[in-house]
């Protein structure tokens, strides 16, 4: 099984910055594209960024410019530094990778539990 575990979420005051990190752990094959969602009350998750192995990133559109994904392979770790914060950036970040645990196994997706970021004005 794939282990994510996301970090680096908090309170910060709008205009500020902050890192989150995703590590991925257990049994993992290989990792395809990595990415981070969110979901705000009430809302449905929603692609943030997406970054796949050979570094090819995609935004939502209300993040561009503003937030940086980026991943280290050979940690299998995944990073989002977010700048320029505004309170509707609040929600629960998820961190996501798509991959497999054995090279006969089928590709899938995976999820870590989340970590509040709250903006407030």
């Known amino acids: 099984q794939v282990q994510l575990v996301e970090s680096g979420g908090g309170l910060v005051q709008a205009g500020g910055s902050l890192r989150l990190s995703c590590a991925a752990s257990g049994s993992i094959f290989s990792i395809h594209a990595m990415g981070w969602y969110r979901q705000a009350p009430g809302k449905q998750r929603e692609l943030v960024a997406r970054?796949?192995?050979?570094?090819?990133?995609h935004y939502v559109d209300s993040v561009k410019g503003r937030f940086t994904i980026s991943r280290d392979n050979a940690k299998n770790a995944l990073y989002l530094q977010m700048n320029s914060l505004k309170p509707e950036d609040t929600a629960v970040y998820y961190c996501n990778a798509y991959g497999s645990e054995t090279y006969y196994s089928a590709l899938r997706d995976y999820w870590g539990q989340g970590t509040q970021v709250t903006v407030f004005s």
């Open positions: 970054i796949t192995s050979g570094g090819i990133t």
